[in-house]
């Protein structure tokens, strides 16, 4: 009787970790979803907002922290129960992340609100985002359901997401060689974008600790990267 209620309690610690981890990454796409949304807007009230939530995010990895660590000592997971204890504390850690990128997306959003818009390059990042918070919605449901072919699907759709990027770059660069005004606002909106990419980097990550939780192994090669931002060169018209 010991022995069955040990294990019931320990299923329900297991449980209460997928549940945070859901809660926190709902509450990651939402952000997310409302820091663009403030960007398209021009919504600095929105951005402000979104930028206070923000402690959420950190509350609720510090509350998947002390349930996994307390798990560790505790329990002595192995096997299959420690890959998953010590996968949501990474994808906590890349949750936490994705909140901060998207922070920052809020507070540049607060700086743009009082410049010249750039026509149609809010359009290009609200597009870049719409695939990011797809990929973050889908990787959710693989780690809930422990789908390892959604998971290996979000992975891949990643070099979608470096596309839009490098897109974006030469884009902005040439708006800021035709007039010097656009520098300042096309620099903030450079790094929104760089924000957007980076957050894409997280979600496949968590895909590929999903992909462990799994399967035991890690994918047999690296991930391809098409982001070629940093090789870009734009000749002025």
């Given at each position: 009787?010991?022995?069955?209620?040990?294990?019931?309690?320990?299923?329900?610690?297991?449980?209460?970790?997928?549940?945070?981890?859901?809660?926190?990454?709902?509450f990651?796409?939402?952000?997310?979803?409302?820091?663009?949304?403030a960007?398209?807007?021009?919504d600095?009230?929105?951005?402000e907002?979104v930028?206070?939530?923000?402690r959420?995010?950190?509350?609720?990895?510090?509350?998947?922290?002390?349930?996994?660590?307390?798990?560790?000592?505790?329990?002595?997971?192995?096997?299959?129960?420690?890959?998953?204890v010590?996968?949501?504390?990474?994808?906590?850690?890349?949750?936490?992340?994705?909140?901060?990128?998207?922070?920052?997306?809020?507070?540049?959003?607060?700086?743009?609100?009082?410049?010249?818009?750039?026509?149609?390059?809010?359009?290009?990042?609200?597009?870049?985002?719409?695939?990011?918070?797809d990929?973050?919605?889908?990787?959710?449901?693989?780690?809930?359901?422990?789908?390892?072919?959604?998971?290996?699907?979000?992975?891949?759709?990643?070099?979608?997401?470096d596309?839009?990027h490098?897109?974006?770059?030469?884009?902005?660069?040439?708006?800021?060689?035709?007039?010097?005004?656009?520098?300042?606002?096309?620099?903030?909106?450079?790094?929104?974008?760089?924000?957007?990419?980076?957050?894409?980097?997280?979600?496949?990550?968590?895909?590929?600790?999903?992909?462990?939780?799994?399967?035991?192994t890690?994918?047999?090669?690296?991930?391809?990267?098409?982001?070629?931002?940093?090789a870009?060169?734009?000749?002025?018209?």
């Open positions: 009787m010991e022995g069955e209620h040990i294990v019931k309690s320990f299923d329900e610690e297991l449980s209460h970790i997928n549940n945070l981890i859901a809660e926190m990454g709902g990651a796409e939402i952000q997310l979803a409302r820091a663009v949304d960007l398209k807007r021009r600095s009230e929105l951005a907002q930028v206070r939530d923000d959420q995010i950190d509350n609720l990895e510090q509350a998947i922290d002390e349930v996994t660590i307390r798990i560790l000592a505790l329990r002595n997971p192995v096997a299959d129960d420690l890959r998953s010590t996968a949501a504390l990474k994808i906590a850690s890349n949750l936490e992340r994705i909140g901060d990128y998207t922070k920052n997306i809020a507070k540049r959003t607060i700086t743009l609100s009082h410049s010249h818009p750039i026509s149609g390059v809010a359009a290009s990042i609200v597009r870049m985002s719409a695939l990011v918070q990929m973050i919605k889908n990787v959710l449901d693989a780690y809930a359901n422990g789908d390892d072919a959604k998971a290996t699907d979000v992975r891949n759709r990643d070099e979608e997401v596309q839009h490098t897109s974006l770059f030469r884009e902005l660069l040439t708006y800021m060689m035709e007039d010097a005004r656009n520098i300042t606002p096309c620099t903030h909106l450079l790094f929104i974008a760089k924000n957007v990419e980076r957050i894409g980097d997280h979600v496949t990550s968590i895909a590929e600790q999903v992909h462990f939780m799994s399967t035991g890690k994918f047999p090669t690296e991930r391809t990267k098409k982001d070629e931002a940093s870009t060169v734009v000749n002025p018209r």
